[in-house]
């Protein structure tokens, strides 16, 4: 059952006949009062709730009922109805615990997407699952690790993927923020619709509208074809925003809108179109430093982080570390070709002791860029400990050109022609030197214009 709480006679039939038109039981109330009388008596599953209910837009008796609500029943979803005018009136409720917000005028699409979301979240229990019986239910083979901290993540992406929760996934670089993204879109409804990647790091402000929401021939002096946005190209599927701390402040507006009215404009069109996608992000930024900091907005987070998902760092996982290597130790010895590749036990136990600041990525180019160097069938310490030495988070003496001496891609064009010459023109080890991939390295080869003679590995 759900309550609409509304003092607009309007408002409470339209949300009723939305919300009965998916087989929900709704009873309103058209004053505080009443409204935390059913919710004492009737016991509802869901409350929407308008936040003002005189003539001004302070919302303060809204507001009050929802403390009031919260205190007799921390758990019960809330969503609020508020309009762009009083935005942060919806903030100040998010911070109050309400779950969600809807916009005035709403997108029928985002208000039952919403409220089924919150519905399903809440009838459904966290329980202590074992690795095999995680497997038995859900789609996680390029998640390694059994370590309690991750089994729990687990258990929480097997609860929300089906539904559409906008998830932000938090944790230091390296750690498998995009791995958790795709177990998300995996074990999702969405299975079969695309799961679209953006690095909105790598995104300027200029570039921002035309790279999301498209552009047709003709919006700009280099529009010479129509481009079809990220958005558009996730329609119906799973959109996952990396870095999102990174995002530039005109651009968080323009992000904040599409989310909230799932509506955007093509670049040099003036017809608007809908979206229906998964909305996962994820940094490795404290976004509520940001928000205190006025460098990432509020209401943009409590859009996004309806479940927050944070990912440990490796050293807080240690146990892990055996698995992980042997699952990077079974793959290569298929790539390059090395069936007796093993580690010894002496190895093993001192790679569980590393730091490893650089998380799951670094072990990985680290076990990687020994395999390559060495010739043994059995890695010892000393491989990794002489591929070690060679990384770049323990090389703390390396010099630095001077600022204004040389540009980044100068730089950059330096260090691919020693990686070169260094492995003698061999792409992959080249590249794991540099911690790439080989179509990465090749890409900087031709962007650099760098002439090589491809020898074989």
């Known amino acids: 059952m759900i309550l609409i709480v509304d003092d607009d006679i309007a408002v409470r039939t339209s949300l009723s006949l939305l919300l009965k038109s998916t087989g929900n039981e709704i009873v309103t109330a058209d004053s505080p009062v009443q409204a935390f009388e059913v919710v004492q008596t009737r016991k509802p599953e869901l409350v929407v709730l308008d936040l003002n209910f005189s003539i001004g837009t302070s919302g303060k008796e809204g507001m009050q009922l929802l403390k009031k609500i919260r205190a007799y029943d921390a ?63 859900y789609h996680f083979k390029q998640i390694i690790g ?8 687990l258990e929480t992406i097997g609860r929300v993927a089906s539904t559409n929760a906008s998830v932000l996934i938090t944790g230091e670089s390296g750690t498998g923020k995009e791995l958790i993204a795709e177990a998300i879109h995996e074990n999702s409804n969405r299975l079969n619709k695309p799961f679209v990647k953006v690095n909105l790091g790598g995104i300027s402000s200029s570039l921002f509208e035309s790279e999301m929401f498209g552009h047709v021939r003709g919006a700009f002096t280099d529009a010479r ?9 996730a329609n119906k599927g799973t959109i996952f925003l990396d870095e999102i701390g990174d995002l530039e402040a005109s651009s968080q507006v323009k992000l904040l809108r599409v989310l909230q009215d799932r509506t955007y404009e093509v670049l040099g069109s003036s017809r608007t179109k809908t ?12 976004l509520n430093e940001m928000v205190a900091s006025g460098l990432f907005r509020e209401d943009l987070l409590y859009r996004i982080n309806l479940i927050t998902i944070h990912l440990p760092a490796l050293r807080e996982r240690a146990s892990d570390i055996p698995l992980l290597v042997n699952f990077f130790i ?23 002791q590393l730091p490893l600041p650089g ?5 990985k180019n680290l076990v990687e860029r020994t ?21 770049p988070q323990k090389n703390e003496k390396v010099k630095l050109p001077g600022v204004g001496t040389m540009t980044l891609d100068q730089m ?7 990686a070169m010459n260094f492995h003698k023109n061999r792409i992959t080890r080249a590249a794991a030197s540099l911690g790439i991939t080989r179509n990465a390295l090749y890409r900087r080869l031709e962007k650099y214009q760098i002439p090589f003679n491809e020898t074989e590995d």
Do not use: H
């Not at 059994?146 to 993540?153: C, R, V």
């Not at 229906?276 to 930024?285: E, I, L, M, P, Y």
């Not at 079974?330 to 569980?352: F, G, V």
């Open 225 to 233: 074809f129509d481009r079809t946005g990220r958005f558009e190209m």
């Open 371 to 391: 395999v390559l160097i060495s010739s043994k069938n059995e890695l010892g310490i000393d491989d990794f400990q002489s591929q070690l030495n060679l990384s």
């Open 359 to 363: 998380n799951i990525r670094q072990l």
């Open 330 to 352: 079974k793959n290569m010895k298929e790539i390059y070709n090395r069936p007796d590749l093993s580690i010894s036990p002496q190895a093993m136990r001192w790679l569980q």
């Open 146 to 153: 059994e370590a309690p901290g991750l089994l729990s993540i």
């Open 75 to 137: 758990a019960l979803p809330v969503v609020l109805i508020t309009g762009w005018a009083s935005i942060e009136l919806a903030v100040q409720g998010m911070k109050l615990g309400a779950n969600d917000f809807i916009n005035k005028p709403w997108n029928n699409d985002y208000v039952l997407q919403s409220v089924d979301t919150l519905l399903q979240l809440n009838g459904k229990k966290a329980t202590s699952a074992s690795r095999k019986e995680l497997d038995k239910k």
């Open 275 to 286: 979206v229906d996608t998964r909305v996962v992000c994820a940094t490795n930024k404290n």
């Open 412 to 418: 950059e064009a330096e260090m691919v022609k020693q």
